[in-house]
């Protein structure tokens, strides 16, 4: 069974960084993408970025450049997001999905960490 | 950046009834469609990708179909764990892109 376990919640202070992580179990990791998603209430669920479990290459969605981090480590089969330079935009729901290579579908996702930005 | 106009933004329906849902791209995007139903609380589940191809498991209850750039959802036979937000999504072009949900509760 593919599951993705992400870590946990997370209560962060403007200007602060957060690293959450996306655990990978019941597939192999360097044949797939692993996309970031960013989801705040009543709005359109947003994309972040994409990394390729094999070599670490990434891409970016334009608005989260510089924002954003996305590193692997294929040893634990696990998927990082840095988020940096924290501000009350950033609170939100963070999903990690699998994307099958071929067919550029987010197939499997896992349960969503939930950053708060507050001081 | 490619816009899904997702449409309506919520509806109520009865047990049994048939319910459709539209996405309209603003450019052509092929078949790179998938629609995803999401609950309180929990992650996004893939339901139909490649516009009108149902993800293993999910009933046949459930169709995606395909006019130009319009793509709607129908669902079939109404119940009460069809309830949830539906979300259109485009994987045609980066930036990847959604719609912004149908919330459809059932009466």
């Known amino acids: ?119 | 950046d490619i816009q899904m106009t997702q449409s309506p933004s919520s509806m109520s329906a009865s047990l049994g009834d048939t319910v459709t849902i539209n996405c309209l791209a603003s450019q052509d995007i092929g078949n790179y469609l998938s629609w995803y139903q999401q609950k309180p609380g929990k992650s996004p589940k893939l339901m139909i990708y490649g516009a009108t191809n149902l993800e293993d498991g999910v009933p046949s209850r459930f169709s995606g179909s395909r006019s130009g750039s319009d793509y709607s959802l129908t669902i079939n036979s109404l119940g009460y764990d069809d309830e949830g937000i539906y979300h259109c999504h485009q994987y045609y072009e980066y930036p990847l892109t959604f719609g912004s949900g149908t919330k459809l509760e059932i009466k």
């Open chain 1, 1 to 119: 069974e593919v599951q993705l376990q992400q870590s946990g919640a997370e209560l962060v202070k403007p200007g602060a960084s957060v690293k959450l992580s996306c655990k990978t179990s019941g597939y192999t990791f360097s044949n797939y993408y692993m996309s970031w998603l960013k989801q705040m209430p009543g709005q359109n669920i947003e994309w972040i970025g994409n990394i390729y479990g094999g070599n670490g290459g990434t891409g970016y969605n334009q608005k989260f450049k510089g924002k954003a981090t996305l590193t692997v480590d294929k040893s634990s089969s696990t998927a990082y997001m840095d988020l940096s330079s924290l501000t009350s935009e950033d609170s939100a729901v963070y999903f990690c999905a699998r994307m099958v290579p071929t067919l550029y579908v987010m197939d499997a996702w896992g349960q969503g960490a939930s950053v708060t930005v507050s001081s």
